[in-house]
């Protein structure tokens, strides 16, 4: 079982959308996880922590489950800017090292 | 602050070439990560160093890597010999604490884009 999965996707929305993307992870153990959208040809770029009581910015909600060891992210009213890939992350088994799962892109139509 | 720093943006190299990709942290951050991203294999940790000193190198592939970090400003990661395979965009991160512990988020460089021929 890889460390960290997610639906590559790709995801078509058009805009004013609901979408909503799930990774899973192996480690029991981890305690921190976080979402990173990444543009094409960009660097990743934190879009939100995901706290263990769940957790909203904005158009965003993160949640966590721990018992079954899988994070979403939830986008409301999608835009055509949230067109990206978005990389789930979760700290892996050695201190400081960070696992981020292949990312599920998205694409806003119009 | 400027963020994280890389150059070059782009290398082309041939096989067997020597290849330095260099990396400026932000100022103030204790860590600094070598990642290395690929269609097929995603994002991978190379290495990581906490105040200049290597903590966890264990991504990196195989001898022909190095990275050193002689200061708190700057950290080469180095090919030798280069092969096809290494083609990647590699990118350097820097972070003031653990994300694992402390919730410091990593930033990022705009990456190195690395085609060996």
């Known amino acids: 079982r890889k460390e960290v999965e997610q639906d590559p996707g790709p995801f078509n929305v058009p805009e004013g959308a609901t979408v909503a993307f799930n990774c899973t992870y192996s480690n029991s153990a981890s305690q921190s996880f976080f979402w990173y959208r990444q543009d094409c040809r960009k660097e990743p770029k934190l879009l939100m922590s995901?706290?263990?009581s769940g957790n909203e910015d904005g158009r965003f909600t993160a949640q966590l489950n721990r018992a079954s060891q899988y994070i979403s992210l939830l986008i409301r009213d999608s835009k055509l800017s949230d067109s990206a890939t978005y990389l789930c992350?979760?700290?892996?088994?050695?201190?400081?090292?960070?696992?981020f799962g292949k990312g599920t892109k998205l694409s806003v139509k119009p | 602050d400027a963020g994280v720093i890389q150059s070059p943006r782009h290398e082309v190299t041939e096989m067997g070439q020597e290849v330095t990709l260099r990396c400026k942290p932000i100022?103030?951050?204790?860590?600094l990560f070598w990642y290395r991203q690929t269609m097929m294999r995603g994002l991978e940790l190379l290495i990581y160093?906490?105040?200049?000193?290597?903590?966890?190198d264990s991504g990196m592939p195989e001898d022909r890597f190095s990275a050193k970090m002689p200061n708190a400003s700057f950290s080469t990661l180095k090919i030798q010999p280069s092969e096809p395979r290494d083609s990647a965009v590699y990118f350097c991160?820097?972070?003031?604490?653990?994300?694992?512990?402390?919730?410091?988020?990593?930033?990022f460089g705009a990456g190195t884009r690395l085609s060996v021929l």
């Open positions: 160093f906490n105040n200049n000193v290597p903590i966890d």
């Open positions: 991160a820097s972070s003031p604490g653990l994300a694992g512990f402390t919730k410091n988020i990593q930033y």
């Open positions: 995901v706290y263990s």
């Open positions: 992350v979760v700290n892996g088994r050695s201190q400081g090292n960070l696992i």
């Open positions: 100022s103030g951050h204790d860590y």
